[in-house]
């Protein structure tokens, strides 16, 4: 009987291959078998009959391999068993020919313009060749572009390449998330040329012809630095003169003392503070010029946790997500990546439990997974095990162990600094620094006590400050190590050209308008998962309504009634509502940024929109605001006869609710401009008191400030002066005082009109104080 079907086994089940359309094996809903597995492509390749039989056609970027040939097309004769994806962690099918009627015949397929081929394939590096048929060439994400880039990183239509009448190439992106580039720089149209390195997400092509070379950063990179010094004042360095040179899936501990410039050392070697002399190589390409393009293949772990603790871990996570994704890419495609990510950290039993419940070692393996969600090939922390006991510290070792080795096929190169010594035998280079950034040691863990000549790590610290740091760094200059770890690695980098200087800011990956509606959900997710503080916003209002009611007499803001009687309830109650509203404003706000400023800080390297925070902060904490403020004001005033004659609405309880809800908004800006200045959440309440004292004496409610000299030119700057001028006009409190009336207090439209005016000036201009101190806060990019 003649050989006509196919079956394609998989973990016990069997799929008779249709005839008559392509087959695609892959992972997602878009694939015939669907593989859920992180080396398997979207489409990792496709089975269809031809005139020539049965035949199986690799389109992934990880590769299908036949043992341990990587295949390109394969005709199947016989059964076979391919491995999807490189590593011994990779899934594998089995295709089965079957003995059957002979099929009927296939319908030709249409013309590919690029039919991928894999010409080579070394560690860390999927190279594929397109070749060129077609005059334009579409890359992206989805299956159906003429270059797929399987990649979250990539966008659904990333670019496209077209051949100009005078034969030339242009690349124009097509509004892609995170750009596109040609030689380390963005750009949205340029010719391009032989020379020219185009990069798409964690993929570089490059035409070479008639083909387009395609080749993907899959981890295994190269990593290097050469002469770094940094240099603060006139003569003080930080860093002096700091090279080595790492290999792919490396694992690098940097230790010293305090003041050896270790953090220096990391954000020279990350990119966010450049060194002022000196070049960092990413696999060969200066780290420094194209760090709009590589800063996504770099992850940052800092010392202070940079997830929120009130979520949980895959909240959390979700969240992140959504920030670094382009806008294009699907839901269920960044929830796949989340899942693999935690079952990479091994945080699957506590995926759905709130970071502030994990341990030590749990919470910075959170912070790992974050930085992991776009696959970084570069992985540095600073202090990963500072404050953990021994045995939370060895295993946090053992997780960067595995992270760098990858036994998924998914490794990368780690960077740890760290002042615990206890397991740096897990790690396959050690790195030395003495006080003044000097390099004092440079090679295996296990020759460097051998090279200080002590017998343990404490007397090599002991060693580092007894003697002086130019002089470890001659003496190393001068060693074998120096010539074997050192000199003879980095001898044969290239030179790298100099590189104009100038201020950067990450690029966003999304529009201002998605990242406010992230941070808007997720900052409501955090007053609602911190049931402290949520119960602490509702409880204010009431309880300060119920201070408001203790004000003595029967007049309330009625002034003829408090004239008849001859009480002052209407100036004491007024003073109140104001007061109470400034403190629920500055209260709610004056530790917002400065307790997640690490979480603005990484979130703004990777292109989180500075205006998008902002506006997320001034949204969510106005409309709390403002919902205390009406809920204090209506409890407040509720049994008191209202103002007697309204100036603009026809009703005085509105407009006095409106004064307190102007004061409570802008107080509550000025904490944000307090939160965004400090740098230490403990020094915002002697502030708070401050703000609300300043508040109380140049209000006008107290005494009089109208006349003072200088006096009263401050109380222009106070919210709480113009505040108090909106309630006194409704309420017409001039009648009421003894002494001379208040210019600002009459009671006209005019008056009310002029207060509202200028506390919208001052709103402006406070927002415009707390961007600029925001501002301060960016990565130092030169």
């Given at each position: 009987?003649?050989?006509?079907?196919?079956?394609?086994?998989?973990a016990?089940?069997?799929v008779r291959?249709?005839v008559?359309r392509p087959?695609?094996?892959?992972r997602?809903?878009?694939?015939?078998?669907?593989?859920?597995?992180?080396?398997?492509?979207r489409r990792?390749a496709?089975?269809?009959?031809t005139?020539?039989g049965?035949?199986l056609?690799?389109?992934?970027?990880?590769g299908?391999?036949l043992?341990?040939?990587r295949?390109?097309?394969?005709?199947?004769?016989?059964?076979?068993?391919v491995?999807?994806?490189?590593?011994?962690?990779?899934?594998?099918?089995?295709?089965?020919p079957?003995?059957?009627?002979p099929?009927?015949?296939?319908?030709?397929?249409?013309?590919?313009p690029?039919?991928?081929?894999v010409?080579?394939?070394?560690?860390g590096?999927?190279?594929?060749v397109h070749?060129v048929t077609?005059?334009?060439?579409?890359?992206?994400r989805?299956?159906?572009n003429?270059v797929?880039?399987?990649d979250?990183?990539?966008?659904?239509?990333?670019a496209?390449?077209?051949?100009?009448?005078?034969?030339?190439?242009?690349?124009?992106?097509?509004?892609?998330?995170n750009g596109t580039?040609v030689?380390?720089?963005?750009?949205?149209?340029a010719?391009v040329?032989?020379a020219d390195?185009?990069g798409?997400?964690?993929t570089m092509?490059?035409l070479?012809?008639?083909r387009?070379?395609?080749?993907?950063?899959?981890?295994d990179?190269?990593?290097?630095?050469h002469?770094?010094s940094?240099?603060v004042?006139?003569?003080?360095?930080?860093l002096?003169?700091?090279?080595?040179?790492?290999?792919?899936?490396?694992l690098?501990?940097i230790?010293?003392p305090?003041?050896?410039g270790?953090?220096?050392?990391?954000?020279a070697?990350?990119g966010?503070?450049?060194?002022?002399q000196?070049h960092?190589?990413?696999?060969?390409?200066?780290?420094?010029?194209g760090y709009?393009?590589?800063?996504?293949?770099?992850g940052?772990?800092?010392?202070d946790?940079?997830?929120?603790?009130?979520?949980?871990v895959?909240?959390?996570?979700?969240?992140a997500?959504?920030?670094r994704?382009?806008?294009d890419?699907?839901?269920?495609d960044r929830?796949?990546?989340?899942e693999?990510?935690?079952?990479?950290l091994?945080?699957?039993?506590q995926?759905?439990?709130?970071?502030?419940t994990?341990?030590?070692?749990?919470?910075k393996?959170t912070?790992?997974?974050?930085?992991l969600?776009?696959k970084p090939s570069?992985?540095?922390l600073d202090?990963?095990t500072s404050?953990?006991?021994p045995?939370?510290?060895?295993s946090?070792?053992?997780t960067?162990?595995?992270?760098?080795?990858?036994?998924?096929?998914?490794?990368r190169?780690v960077v740890v600094?760290?002042?615990?010594v206890l397991?740096?035998d897990?790690?396959d280079?050690l790195?030395?620094l003495?006080p003044?950034g000097?390099?004092?040691y440079?090679?295996?863990?296990?020759?460097?006590?051998?090279?200080?000549g002590?017998?343990?790590?404490?007397?090599m610290f002991?060693q580092l400050d007894?003697?002086?740091g130019?002089v470890?760094?001659a003496?190393?200059?001068a060693?074998?190590?120096?010539?074997r770890y050192v000199?003879?690695p980095?001898?044969?980098?290239?030179?790298?050209?100099?590189?104009?200087?100038?201020?950067?800011?990450?690029p966003?990956?999304?529009?201002?308008l998605t990242?406010?509606?992230?941070?808007?959900?997720?900052?409501?997710a955090v007053i609602a998962?911190?049931?402290q503080y949520?119960?602490?916003?509702?409880?204010l209002?009431?309880?300060?309504?119920?201070?408001?009611?203790l004000?003595?007499?029967?007049?309330?803001?009625?002034?003829t009634?408090?004239?008849?009687?001859?009480?002052?309830?209407p100036n004491q109650?007024?003073?109140v509502?104001v007061?109470?509203?400034?403190l629920m404003?500055?209260?709610?706000?004056?530790?917002?940024?400065v307790?997640?400023?690490?979480v603005?800080?990484?979130?703004?390297?990777?292109?989180l929109?500075l205006?998008?925070?902002l506006?997320?902060?001034?949204l969510?904490l106005?409309?709390?605001a403002?919902?205390?403020?009406?809920?204090?004001?209506v409890?407040s005033?509720?049994?008191?006869?209202?103002?007697?004659?309204?100036?603009?609405?026809g009703s005085g309880?509105?407009?006095v609710l409106l004064?307190v809800?102007?004061?409570?908004?802008?107080?509550?800006?000025?904490?944000?401009?307090?939160?965004?200045?400090?740098?230490n959440a403990?020094?915002?309440?002697?502030?708070?008191?401050?703000v609300?004292?300043?508040?109380?004496?140049?209000?006008?409610?107290l005494?009089?400030?109208?006349g003072?000299a200088v006096l009263e030119?401050?109380?222009?700057?106070?919210p709480?002066?113009w505040?108090?001028?909106?309630?006194?006009?409704?309420?017409?409190?001039?009648?009421?005082?003894?002494?001379?009336?208040?210019?600002?207090w009459?009671?006209?439209?005019g008056s009310?009109?002029?207060a509202?005016?200028?506390?919208?000036a001052?709103l402006?201009?406070?927002?415009?104080?707390?961007a600029w101190?925001?501002?301060r806060?960016?990565?130092v990019?030169r």
């Amino acid at each position: 009987m003649a050989t006509g079907g196919l079956e394609v086994r998989h973990a016990g089940g069997v799929v008779r291959v249709p005839v008559g359309r392509p087959f695609v094996i892959g992972r997602g809903p878009d694939a015939d078998l669907d593989l859920p597995h992180p080396r398997v492509s979207r489409r990792h390749a496709v089975v269809e009959h031809t005139a020539e039989g049965w035949t199986l056609t690799d389109r992934s970027a990880n590769g299908t391999y036949l043992g341990e040939d990587r295949i390109t097309v394969l005709r199947l004769e016989r059964p076979v068993v391919v491995r999807l994806g490189r590593g011994s962690g990779a899934t594998t099918v089995e295709l089965h020919p079957v003995a059957g009627a002979p099929p009927p015949p296939a319908s030709p397929a249409p013309l590919v313009p690029s039919a991928p081929t894999v010409v080579h394939d070394q560690p860390g590096r999927d190279t594929t060749v397109h070749i060129v048929t077609s005059a334009r060439l579409t890359i992206g994400r989805l299956p159906d572009n003429d270059v797929v880039v399987d990649d979250l990183l990539a966008s659904r239509r990333h670019a496209v390449l077209e051949r100009r009448p005078d034969g030339a190439w242009e690349l124009r992106d097509l509004g892609s998330g995170n750009g596109t580039f040609v030689n380390g720089t963005r750009t949205a149209r340029a010719l391009v040329t032989p020379a020219d390195l185009i990069g798409v997400g964690r993929t570089m092509l490059r035409l070479q012809g008639d083909r387009l070379v395609a080749v993907v950063d899959s981890g295994d990179v190269a990593f290097a630095a050469h002469g770094l010094s940094v240099t603060v004042g006139q003569d003080k360095k930080l860093l002096d003169d700091v090279s080595f040179s790492l290999p792919g899936r490396c694992l690098l501990a940097i230790v010293g003392p305090s003041g050896a410039g270790k953090s220096t050392l990391l954000r020279a070697l990350t990119g966010s503070r450049p060194a002022d002399q000196g070049h960092v190589r990413y696999d060969g390409r200066d780290l420094y010029a194209g760090y709009d393009e590589l800063r996504h293949r770099i992850g940052l772990v800092p010392q202070d946790d940079v997830l929120h603790p009130q979520l949980t871990v895959r909240r959390a996570l979700r969240f992140a997500a959504r920030l670094r994704f382009p806008d294009d890419v699907p839901a269920a495609d960044r929830e796949r990546r989340l899942e693999e990510v935690i079952a990479e950290l091994g945080l699957t039993a506590q995926a759905d439990q709130r970071i502030d419940t994990l341990s030590g070692g749990q919470r910075k393996r959170t912070s790992v997974a974050l930085e992991l969600l776009t696959k970084p090939s570069l992985l540095f922390l600073d202090e990963p095990t500072s404050g953990l006991d021994p045995g939370l510290d060895r295993s946090v070792m053992r997780t960067l162990r595995g992270l760098a080795d990858g036994a998924d096929g998914a490794g990368r190169t780690v960077v740890v600094v760290t002042h615990s010594v206890l397991n740096l035998d897990v790690c396959d280079l050690l790195l030395v620094l003495a006080p003044g950034g000097h390099v004092a040691y440079f090679g295996p863990p296990r020759e460097a006590l051998g090279y200080f000549g002590e017998r343990d790590f404490a007397d090599m610290f002991l060693q580092l400050d007894r003697v002086p740091g130019p002089v470890l760094a001659a003496r190393f200059r001068a060693s074998a190590q120096h010539h074997r770890y050192v000199a003879a690695p980095t001898a044969a980098l290239p030179p790298v050209p100099e590189r104009p200087g100038q201020p950067r800011t990450a690029p966003r990956q999304q529009s201002r308008l998605t990242q406010l509606g992230v941070l808007c959900r997720r900052y409501l997710a955090v007053i609602a998962a911190d049931r402290q503080y949520a119960l602490f916003i509702v409880l204010l209002p009431l309880v300060l309504s119920l201070l408001a009611r203790l004000v003595p007499g029967t007049a309330g803001l009625s002034s003829t009634t408090a004239v008849a009687e001859r009480s002052g309830q209407p100036n004491q109650l007024l003073l109140v509502l104001v007061l109470g509203g400034a403190l629920m404003g500055i209260a709610a706000s004056i530790r917002e940024v400065v307790k997640e400023r690490a979480v603005y800080r990484r979130e703004r390297a990777i292109g989180l929109s500075l205006g998008a925070y902002l506006t997320s902060k001034v949204l969510v904490l106005g409309v709390v605001a403002a919902v205390q403020a009406a809920v204090f004001t209506v409890l407040s005033l509720v049994g008191h006869p209202a103002p007697d004659a309204p100036v603009v609405f026809g009703s005085g309880v509105l407009e006095v609710l409106l004064a307190v809800v102007a004061v409570t908004v802008l107080t509550m800006v000025v904490g944000l401009v307090i939160s965004a200045f400090i740098d230490n959440a403990d020094r915002g309440m002697p502030l708070l008191v401050l703000v609300l004292m300043l508040q109380l004496v140049v209000s006008g409610g107290l005494f009089p400030v109208h006349g003072r000299a200088v006096l009263e030119q401050v109380a222009w700057l106070v919210p709480s002066r113009w505040a108090y001028a909106m309630g006194a006009s409704t309420v017409d409190l001039n009648p009421n005082v003894r002494g001379d009336p208040d210019p600002l207090w009459e009671h006209t439209a005019g008056s009310w009109l002029l207060a509202v005016g200028v506390l919208a000036a001052q709103l402006v201009v406070l927002l415009g104080v707390a961007a600029w101190l925001l501002r301060r806060q960016d990565p130092v990019r030169r």
